[in-house]
C-alpha cells in the first residue's frame, strides 16, 4: 500500500513538472522567481531583463544588473536593449506584409534590384529569407573591425557582398549568413522608397503602438539605454558600440523584453501578416523558416530568434502548445546563453503553482 501512495505522489509531482506551463490550471508564484533573479544579481554575473506573456498578456518580469556599470543606473521594464538578430524577425514580417500587398513575392529574383550580387539570377526572395542563397556572411568578413563602428552606406556594403561572393550554389543548403537579411532590407527600401527605420515604424511600431521599439542610434544611458559589456576576471568591461547602420535591417533594431514579446505574440495571433503568409514562415526545413528557427528547450519546443551584437545575447521564443513566450534581453553573461534560457524555464516550473 505505501508502495502505491508513493507512485501516486510521484505520478502527481511529475503531472505538474510536465504540465508543459499550463496557466490556465496553474499561476506564477512570482515571489519564488523574484529569490532566483535576486540570487543570480547577487553574483554579479548576468545583466538582464525578462518578461513573459501568457495568452497574451504579460505575467512576470524583472531586470538586473547595471545599464551602465560606471555610473551606477539600473534597469527597468522600459530600459532599451539592442536585439541584434532578432530584428530579422521584424525585417521577415515586412516582406511578408509586401508579399500580402503583391508588392513582391517569393519568387521575385535578387537580380531585379541587384543584379550585380553573384548568383543574383537563381537566388529568389525566398532563399534569401530561408538563408539558402549561399552568399558570404558579411559578419565574417576579414576586415569587419574596420568598418563596423563606423557608419556605412549601403553602397559600401554592397560592395563587400560583391568581393566575398557566395560558398555555395543557390538552394543547395542552408547556411546562416546576415547578408540575406541586408539584402531584404534593401529591397524593402527601394519598394517602399524611404529608409528602413521609417518602414518599421509604419508597418510594425505604431500598429502595435510600441513605445520603445526602434531603429538603434547611438546608445544614450540618460535615455534609459543599455550599454554592453564582459566580464574580465572580477571587472565588466565596457564593448564598442556597432555603429547601427552596418548591420540595419539584419541587427540594428534596440527595444525591451516586453514590446519584443507584444511582437512575437501579434504575429502568432494574425495581426501582422496573412495566414498564408505567416503559415510560410514557419514551414521549417532543417529547422529554418523565414525569419523564424525551431528551438528546444528542456524538451519544451518553441519557436523565435537569437540575437547577439557587441556584448548584448537576447532570444525570444514562442511555445504555441502552451501559448506562451518569453523574452530575455541581456547586456552582460559569464555563463552560456542557452544555459540562461533553460534555467529560467526550470525556475519558471517550479513556481507554478495551482489555481484554487
Same mark, same amino acid.
Given at each position: 500500500?505505501?508502495?502505491?501512495?508513493?507512485?501516486?505522489?510521484?505520478?502527481?509531482?511529475?503531472?505538474?513538472?510536465?504540465?508543459?506551463?499550463?496557466?490556465?490550471?496553474?499561476?506564477?508564484?512570482?515571489?519564488?522567481? +523574484?529569490?532566483?533573479?535576486?540570487?543570480?544579481?547577487?553574483?554579479?554575473?548576468?545583466?538582464?531583463?525578462?518578461?513573459?506573456?501568457?495568452?497574451?498578456?504579460?505575467?512576470?518580469?524583472?531586470?538586473?544588473?547595471?545599464?551602465?556599470?560606471?555610473?551606477?543606473?539600473?534597469?527597468?521594464?522600459?530600459?532599451?536593449?539592442?536585439?541584434?538578430?532578432?530584428?530579422?524577425?521584424?525585417?521577415?514580417?515586412?516582406?511578408?506584409?509586401?508579399?500580402?500587398?503583391?508588392?513582391?513575392?517569393?519568387?521575385?529574383?535578387?537580380?531585379?534590384?541587384?543584379?550585380?550580387?553573384?548568383?543574383?539570377?537563381?537566388?529568389?526572395?525566398?532563399?534569401?529569407?530561408?538563408?539558402?542563397?549561399?552568399?558570404?556572411?558579411?559578419?565574417?568578413?576579414?576586415?569587419?573591425?574596420?568598418?563596423?563602428?563606423?557608419?556605412?552606406?549601403?553602397?559600401?556594403?554592397?560592395?563587400?557582398?560583391?568581393?566575398?561572393?557566395?560558398?555555395?550554389?543557390?538552394?543547395?543548403?542552408?547556411?546562416?549568413?546576415?547578408?540575406?537579411?541586408?539584402?531584404?532590407?534593401?529591397?524593402?527600401?527601394?519598394?517602399?522608397?524611404?529608409?528602413?527605420?521609417?518602414?518599421?515604424?509604419?508597418?510594425?511600431?505604431?500598429?502595435?503602438?510600441?513605445?520603445?521599439?526602434?531603429?538603434?542610434?547611438?546608445?544614450?544611458?540618460?535615455?534609459?539605454?543599455?550599454?554592453?559589456?564582459?566580464?574580465?576576471?572580477?571587472?565588466?568591461?565596457?564593448?564598442?558600440?556597432?555603429?547601427?547602420?552596418?548591420?540595419?535591417?539584419?541587427?540594428?533594431?534596440?527595444?525591451?523584453?516586453?514590446?519584443?514579446?507584444?511582437?512575437?505574440?501579434?504575429?502568432?495571433?494574425?495581426?501582422?501578416?496573412? +495566414?498564408?503568409?505567416?503559415?510560410?514562415?514557419?514551414?521549417?526545413?532543417?529547422?529554418?523558416?523565414?525569419?523564424?528557427?525551431?528551438?528546444?528547450?528542456?524538451?519544451?519546443?518553441?519557436?523565435?530568434?537569437?540575437?547577439?551584437?557587441?556584448?548584448?545575447?537576447?532570444?525570444?521564443?514562442?511555445?504555441?502548445?502552451?501559448?506562451?513566450?518569453?523574452?530575455?534581453?541581456?547586456?552582460?553573461?559569464?555563463?552560456?546563453?542557452?544555459?540562461?534560457?533553460?534555467?529560467?524555464?526550470?525556475?519558471?516550473? +517550479?513556481?507554478?503553482?495551482?489555481?484554487?
Amino acid at each position: 500500500m505505501k508502495l502505491f501512495y508513493l507512485i501516486l505522489f510521484l505520478v502527481i509531482l511529475g503531472c505538474k513538472k510536465d504540465s508543459k506551463f499550463d496557466f490556465q490550471t496553474y499561476s506564477i508564484d512570482k515571489s519564488k522567481l +523574484d529569490l532566483y533573479f535576486n540570487s543570480l544579481e547577487s553574483s554579479d554575473n548576468q545583466m538582464l531583463s525578462i518578461s513573459v506573456f501568457s495568452n497574451g498578456n504579460e505575467v512576470y518580469k524583472r531586470s538586473i544588473g547595471f545599464t551602465d556599470v560606471s555610473n551606477g543606473k539600473r534597469p527597468n521594464e522600459l530600459t532599451k536593449y539592442r536585439i541584434g538578430s532578432i530584428s530579422k524577425t521584424f525585417t521577415a514580417t515586412i516582406i511578408m506584409q509586401l508579399i500580402d500587398e503583391q508588392k513582391l513575392s517569393l519568387d521575385t529574383p535578387l537580380n531585379k534590384y541587384f543584379p550585380h550580387i553573384v548568383n543574383s539570377e537563381k537566388i529568389t526572395v525566398e532563399l534569401l529569407l530561408r538563408h539558402r542563397s549561399g552568399l558570404f556572411d558579411i559578419i565574417r568578413d576579414k576586415d569587419i573591425n574596420d568598418w563596423i563602428y563606423k557608419t556605412q552606406t549601403r553602397e559600401q556594403m554592397l560592395e563587400r557582398f560583391i568581393k566575398n561572393g557566395s560558398i555555395f550554389e543557390p538552394d543547395e543548403r542552408t547556411k546562416y549568413s546576415s547578408t540575406n537579411y541586408l539584402l531584404l532590407t534593401y529591397i524593402a527600401e527601394e519598394i517602399e522608397n524611404k529608409p528602413y527605420s521609417l518602414i518599421l515604424e509604419s508597418r510594425i511600431i505604431e500598429p502595435l503602438e510600441l513605445k520603445r521599439t526602434e531603429y538603434g542610434k547611438k546608445i544614450n544611458t540618460n535615455g534609459n539605454e543599455a550599454l554592453s559589456y564582459t566580464k574580465e576576471w572580477y571587472n565588466w568591461e565596457l564593448e564598442p558600440e556597432t555603429n547601427m547602420s552596418a548591420p540595419s535591417g539584419a541587427g540594428a533594431l534596440v527595444s525591451t523584453p516586453s514590446e519584443v514579446n507584444i511582437f512575437i505574440n501579434s504575429l502568432f495571433s494574425g495581426k501582422l501578416v496573412s +495566414d498564408a503568409s505567416f503559415n510560410k514562415m514557419i514551414d521549417f526545413r532543417n529547422r529554418t523558416g523565414m525569419g523564424l528557427f525551431q528551438l528546444s528547450f528542456r524538451h519544451i519546443g518553441g519557436i523565435g530568434h537569437e540575437g547577439f551584437i557587441d556584448g548584448f545575447r537576447s532570444i525570444v521564443v514562442y511555445f504555441p502548445k502552451e501559448n506562451f513566450s518569453v523574452t530575455i534581453l541581456t547586456n552582460g553573461l559569464t555563463t552560456s546563453f542557452t544555459s540562461v534560457i533553460s534555467l529560467f524555464l526550470d525556475e519558471l516550473r +517550479d513556481a507554478l503553482i495551482e489555481n484554487r
